[in-house]
């Protein structure tokens, strides 16, 4: 007899989990509808930053699903579960269209969402500073919070302040796309930048949807603040920090399946239902590409079906 037969080999050892699916939380329990909405497959990874992204400035500190569980948050009650959009300013003709922007919130957290009537610039208690590189008016952000506080209706999960206006978060910054409070669930964005005219440059063909699509992201992305997630880190994923114009393009406008666990958490929506209502609002906002992620993702919450997308 070999005496190494009396001695067989330890089995292999599993290869680690990486911290991006571990991240997402256990599942094994949940009804196959919901694994499937949280399975990573398909999801890309977060890339190594570059020098100027917002990873490779600022030091995000991870939050995963068990850790948002953990953290004192914000979730919709009966009684205050409406989210507000409040115009702040001028808005021309070229300016993403509100009831657009409305039906976009209302896909993406399954929630009713109201728009309040606009309110002018100088109502707003809040510094304002002129940029040194554009020329252009600033809001201070934070002091834009403060004022929404005051303002927050009864029934109101959140409060989001929609503006032309560019705005900086400290004097330190050359500017924000937005802010959001992850506590007192008021936030605001700036629509300024993301339009090319703003710095004087030609619109390129198709400059609307481009429009349409960056303002969606820093709607849905400071919203998600509201509900008390912080920055992403572990995938590609609308809820990631950015840096700079090109880096937010380059976010998609869904979110991760760690973040959508997360809003899931807070909201409890049949997320098949949410991806159907995503789809159809952004195909007919143009946003082609994820209309077909949002379509594809449906069948394969409902079904267990993957189509090409």
């Not at 909201?267 to 594809?296: H, M, N, Q, Y």
């Amino acid at each position: 007899m070999n005496p190494a037969s009396l001695h067989p080999a330890p089995a292999a050892k599993p290869a680690p989990v990486p911290a991006r699916v571990a991240a997402i939380g256990y599942t094994a329990p949940l009804a196959p509808e919901l694994r499937r909405a949280f399975d990573h497959t398909g999801f890309e990874p977060m890339p190594e930053p570059g020098p100027d992204d917002w990873l490779a400035r600022h030091a995000e500190k991870p939050q995963s699903f068990t850790d948002y569980l953990r953290a004192d948050r914000n979730a919709p009650s009966p009684q205050r579960n409406l989210i507000y959009l409040l115009p702040v300013g001028i808005f021309p003709a070229s300016a993403p269209p509100f009831a657009q922007l409305a039906k976009i919130v209302h896909a993406f957290f399954m929630l009713e969402v109201k728009t309040l009537p606009a309110v002018n610039v100088g109502d707003v208690t809040a510094k304002t500073r002129i940029n040194e590189g554009t020329k252009k008016r600033q809001l201070l952000a934070p002091e834009v919070l403060g004022w929404l506080r005051k303002r927050l209706p009864d029934d109101a999960f959140g409060l989001v302040v929609v503006t032309m206006e560019d705005l900086y978060p400290e004097p330190s910054w050359n500017f924000v796309f937005g802010m959001a409070s992850l506590k007192e669930r008021v936030g605001v964005q700036s629509f300024a930048r993301q339009d090319p005219a703003f710095f004087g440059e030609p619109r390129p063909d198709g400059w609307r949807t481009l429009a349409r699509r960056r303002a969606t992201w820093t709607l849905v992305h400071e919203i998600s603040h509201m509900f008390g997630l912080t920055h992403c880190t572990y995938w590609r994923c609308v809820v990631a920090g950015a840096n700079h114009q090109d880096e937010a393009d380059r976010s998609p406008l869904h979110a991760c399946p760690v973040c959508l666990r997360k809003v899931h958490s807070a909201i409890k929506f049949d997320p098949a239902v949410r991806e159907d209502a995503l789809a159809t609002v952004f195909g007919r906002l143009g946003i082609d590409d994820e209309a077909a992620w949002s379509a594809a993702r449906a069948t394969w919450i409902r079904n267990g079906v993957r189509t090409v997308r």
